[in-house]
């Protein structure tokens, strides 16, 4: 089955402890973006990639890390996490081609 | 990407057909209009695009006016899982341009109640 997985699903964590929140497609997609969610704001693209080492800002980048060292994977690193990233976050992928794009089930993350 | 302009939100009974209009009026020629849809806090769902032909697939039909200013998403049997906010996206498709990863702009979406 065609899915994007991420995990965790929720967590509660405390300023400042480094975390990854892990993302993988099984579509051999090139393209993977990481967007998070907040009500009013819709969503907003934090980092995106087009390929394996090739990565870009999206438009609220600040704050968080991410690597793609295999096609598949495309993990966020948030290195020092604070309240204002409290959020709901999704990965998508999609290929060059085509215009739809695949989102992972989400991840509800709470900075206290 | 082109404005698009839907309804805040609908009502639908459930097992009749629910008919979602797109207003893009400012569309140009080689934008597609896309449907996604967002279940209570799960990832977006793609539905359907098309350029200017009216298409179909397993979820639903896409119906674009003739001067493609405005589309309708039709979902012909409604059903209580089919209760999402649906967000209308007219771009160009990322074949064409490839910037920013395939980026994609929501914006405010018809929240669609289906009723028993």
């Known amino acids: 089955e065609a899915q994007v997985t991420q995990n965790p699903r929720y967590l509660i964590t405390v300023t400042g402890k480094k975390l990854t929140v892990t993302c993988s497609q099984n579509?051999?997609?090139?393209?993977m973006s990481w967007y998070r969610q907040d009500p009013g704001l819709g969503l907003r693209q934090i980092y995106y990639?087009?390929?394996?080492?090739?990565?870009d800002k999206g438009d609220v980048p600040e704050g968080y890390k991410v690597s793609r060292k295999e096609k598949r994977n495309f993990p966020l690193i948030l290195e020092s996490p604070s309240p204002n990233q409290t959020s709901l976050y999704f990965c998508?992928?999609?290929?060059?081609?085509?215009?739809?794009?695949?989102f992972g089930p989400g991840t509800r993350l709470t900075v206290t | 990407d082109a404005k698009t302009t839907q309804p805040p939100s609908m009502d639908c009974a459930e097992g009749r057909a629910a008919n979602l209009p797109c207003n893009h009026s400012?569309?140009?020629?080689?934008?597609?209009v896309y449907w996604y849809r967002q279940i209570h806090s799960q990832g977006p769902q793609y539905i359907i695009h098309?350029?200017?032909n009216n298409e179909t697939n397993e979820m639903a039909s896409l119906i674009i006016t003739e001067d493609r200013k405005s589309s309708t998403l039709i979902l012909p049997h409604a059903t209580l899982r089919d209760t999402a906010v649906y967000y209308c996206?007219?771009?160009?498709?990322?074949?064409?341009?490839?910037?920013?990863?395939?980026?994609?702009?929501f914006g405010g979406g018809t929240r669609v109640l289906v009723k028993p």
């Open positions: 400012t569309i140009s020629g080689n934008e597609y």
């Open positions: 579509m051999n997609h090139e393209y």
């Open positions: 990639s087009m390929n394996v080492e090739v990565t």
């Open positions: 996206i007219v771009r160009v498709p990322p074949l064409i341009i490839k910037a920013a990863g395939n980026k994609l702009t």
């Open positions: 098309g350029l200017k």
């Open positions: 998508a992928s999609s290929s060059p081609g085509s215009g739809e794009q695949y």
